[in-house]
């Protein structure tokens, strides 16, 4: 018998709009502040904000490649998976995991997409360091969809309870 999700593809959707647009916004803010390559400390040997501009995948992959063999590769991939993030969002989810997380893949991959599709590059700023440390720059985007699919895994992974048929 058909059980009705726990999240609607409303909130779904209400939460990848609304991260898309906090995505968007804070790109330009980050691009309205600093120029291109200029840094801000926040938390002196930890945080800064740094305007960067970067034209490959996620934690700079293919950053240096001008071919657009590659930006079109990235365009591909990501439309690829906005499909299957749809398709799942259409077939309807059984539980707020897998709501959130899908919510929170598609509005950072429309955010980070967009900006490929403009500007063939998409904009970096949280930069984290710590000691001789330091991580690539990322944005909300970024954040969001690696959050998504930590939700997606704790889902597919969490033991669920099998609901008896019995009256």
Do not use: C
């Not at 240096?64 to 799942?88: G, H, N, Q, T």
């Not at 099998?162 to 009256?167: I, L, M, V």
Request: charged share 15%.
């Amino acid at each position: 018998m058909f059980k009705p999700p726990h999240v609607s593809r409303g909130a779904s959707l209400m939460l990848a709009a609304a991260l898309f647009l906090l995505d968007q916004g804070s790109k330009w803010l980050v691009a309205g502040s600093l120029r291109l390559g200029e840094s801000r400390s926040v938390i002196p040997g930890l945080f800064n904000l740094t305007h960067l501009q970067n034209r490959g995948a996620a934690f700079g992959l293919f950053a240096d490649s001008d071919s657009p063999v590659v930006r079109a590769a990235l365009i591909a991939f990501s439309l690829a998976a906005l499909a299957l993030v749809f398709y799942l969002l259409w077939r309807g989810v059984s539980s707020r995991w897998t709501g959130w997380g899908l919510g929170l893949i598609l509005g950072g991959a429309l955010g980070n997409l967009l900006d490929r599709i403009r500007a063939g590059s998409v904009v970096d700023f949280l930069d984290f360091h710590l000691g001789g440390r330091h991580w690539p720059a990322f944005n909300l985007a970024d954040s969001a969809v690696v959050i998504g699919a930590l939700l997606l895994m704790i889902e597919v992974l969490r033991p669920h309870r099998h609901e008896s048929t019995e009256a």
